[in-house]
């Protein structure tokens, strides 16, 4: 019976976590705010789960392994020309912003809630973690800019293992040795870390990546191979130093993400699915671990410290370090409100507190309620407000819809043009620099380049991008072009312009096609020729007394419906059904034929 009750808590914590996610998504909030109401649902109001006594002593061995998968996969997001552009800033994010933040964090700590040193400086070293478990959905939420994301991405994946470490090293100082100072032993021990964490991630990164170029490992297993090297890496590494494996699967991924790899998008996407699954159901476990009365027992001091810590340690720790840099006012600004923690802050907090108590240490019994109300709250705080800070600051785009249009033709500029009228985000793309021209001359936004090349993902800001037209006269490059983007903007988010049905059975597969745009009712020829024969794009305004119906009918027989803009500004490109149209409609685009004499 155990085995069984065992089993079913595993499929409903994931099962819920799963849905949660998706519920998130749907209205647009933090999914971690839901999962951290999940677990204390599912865990000390209902008494469904109760994660040390169902999962007894492969609890912690459990988080761990999932942290490291979570941060490996942090890494492969990490891009080197990203560090490049951005390096002076990076550089003291994870150096005097580290240092700043655990100073103050340690002394506040101290002094206000009264634990003791070692709590002190535990508690310290917690709270510099800002990682990816929150940062990444965060980020994709708000649509941010590429700058001010690069920064809190890296600052937050390589921070994790920072502070997991240095939360290990001041632990073992106190448990093991009294005979050096505590600086010199936390600095030999963060040296011995790193160097034992980029042998084996940088090295096992080489391996593997020269492994994949030379054809040594099959398709099928490549995924798994990665998977076990994590474990391998971690492994290893924590054999050394005690909790550097986080910093080395960190490395490990970072390696793997700059290495050319022609699969490597397919590895991403597997270990995001991995990382969503562990992530969801991470957070519920650790919550559900949390009894609601603890809680209570942090007092004003402890609330006090927290506010400390939000509001006032964070900006002035990056304001500080962040003197003489590039950065401008509105990024910083940002980046000093945008620190929430997650589950690493959770791991680390409920695998020392225990030990800490067990050796009597003053306020130990405070450390567990302090990092949890910690990551509640900042969880909701900057998960409700980064997407309208991100805004306000103008560092993400003020429209939720942009669209990015392949092939720079005479009817896709007019289209772009009048979509731009409408106050809708465009891109024009096209590798041919003569067929930009009568953009530029509109002020459309242009960009010159192949939209697949590596280096276009460094140059170009796609933040705002939301769907993806392909317009060209190729239509297996259209095809790739939508493959392509629709991991990252959505399989109907992309669209690629018809063909004659004659052809129909030389297309490729629409398992990867992208959505045909206008339901094949016009095709690519067709736009060409109408387009010089005087059809033009047309936006009418659509009210309660001139509805969506009454335009169409108000309209020649063989115009073309293009697409509605709501008044929230969203863009649904034609096919899209009609039968859920509601209310809210603003314009309708239609591409129409001249007037009869």
Not at 483 to 498: D, K, N, R, T
């Amino acid at each position: 019976m155990q085995h069984q009750h065992l089993t079913e808590i595993m499929a409903s914590i994931i099962i819920v976590g799963i849905v949660l996610q998706w519920i998130g998504w749907r209205l647009k909030i933090p999914a971690l705010i839901l999962l951290i109401i999940a677990g204390f649902v599912m865990g000390p109001i209902t008494g469904w789960i109760n994660p040390k006594e169902d999962f007894g002593d492969i609890f912690h061995p459990i988080i761990s392994l999932g942290v490291a998968i979570i941060l490996f996969e942090g890494g492969l997001n990490l891009k080197w020309h990203e560090f490049k552009q951005n390096s002076q800033v990076i550089n003291r994010l994870i150096t005097w912003n580290v240092l700043a933040t655990f100073s103050l964090g340690a002394i506040a700590s101290y002094y206000l809630v009264g634990l003791s040193i070692p709590v002190a400086l535990i508690f310290g070293g917690i709270v510099i973690v800002t990682g990816p478990t929150v940062i990444g959905p965060l980020l994709k939420q708000a649509n941010l800019n590429r700058r001010p994301a690069a920064l809190l991405k890296w600052e937050g994946i390589i921070n994790d293992p920072i502070g997991a470490l240095l939360v290990v090293l001041i632990y073992s100082y106190y448990m093991l040795s009294q005979s050096e100072t505590l600086v010199i032993n936390i600095i030999m021990g963060l040296g011995l870390s790193l160097f034992v964490s980029l042998i084996l991630g940088v090295g096992i990164g080489f391996i593997i990546a020269e492994a994949f170029k030379k054809g040594k490992v099959p398709e099928h297993l490549k995924s798994p191979i990665i998977l076990i090297s994590i474990f391998l890496v971690y492994t290893l590494a924590n054999l050394v130093q005690s909790e550097a494996g986080l910093m080395a699967t960190t490395i490990l991924g970072i390696t793997l993400a700059n290495q050319k790899l022609n699969s490597l998008d397919e590895l991403r996407r597997f270990k995001e699915y991995v990382t969503i699954l562990l992530v969801s159901a991470i957070f519920i476990i650790l919550t559900a671990d949390i009894q609601p009365e603890i809680l209570q027992r942090l007092g004003w001091e402890g609330w006090l410290l927290l506010f400390l810590i939000i509001f006032v340690f964070r900006p002035v720790s990056v304001y500080l370090s962040t003197i003489r840099t590039d950065i401008d006012w509105q990024e910083r600004l940002f980046i000093a409100w945008v620190a929430p923690r997650g589950i690493v802050a959770a791991a680390i907090a409920g695998l020392f507190s225990p030990q800490l108590m067990g050796k009597g240490y003053a306020g130990a019994e405070l450390l567990l309620p302090l990092v949890f109300a910690l990551i509640i709250l900042t969880v909701v705080f900057h998960g409700l407000s980064i997407g309208w800070l991100a805004k306000k600051l103008d560092l993400a785009s003020n429209h939720p819809d942009g669209l990015m249009l392949i092939g720079a033709l005479p009817w896709s500029i007019a289209f772009a043009s009048e979509l731009q009228k409408n106050q809708i985000p465009v891109l024009l793309v096209d590798k041919k620099w003569e067929k930009l021209k009568p953009a530029r001359m509109q002020n459309i936004p242009t960009f010159y380049g192949e939209i697949l090349a590596e280096r276009t993902e460094e140059v170009l800001e796609l933040s705002h991008i939301t769907k993806l037209l392909a317009l060209t006269s190729n239509k297996y490059y259209n095809t790739l072009v939508c493959s392509q983007f629709a991991p990252e903007l959505g399989q109907h988010s992309v669209y690629e312009i018809a063909w004659q049905q004659e052809n129909e059975n030389k297309l490729p597969s629409e398992s990867v096609r992208g959505t045909t745009l206008f339901d094949s009712k016009m095709f690519y020829n067709d736009f060409i020729n109408n387009f010089n024969e005087g059809w033009k794009f047309q936006t009418t305004l659509l009210s309660e007394e001139f509805t969506y119906e009454d335009a169409i009918k108000n309209n020649a027989e063989n115009s073309l419906i293009i697409a509605i803009i709501t008044k929230s500004e969203h863009v649904f490109i034609y096919p899209f059904n009609e039968d859920k149209l509601d209310k809210d409609l603003k314009y309708l685009i239609m591409f129409i034929p001249p007037k009869k004499d």
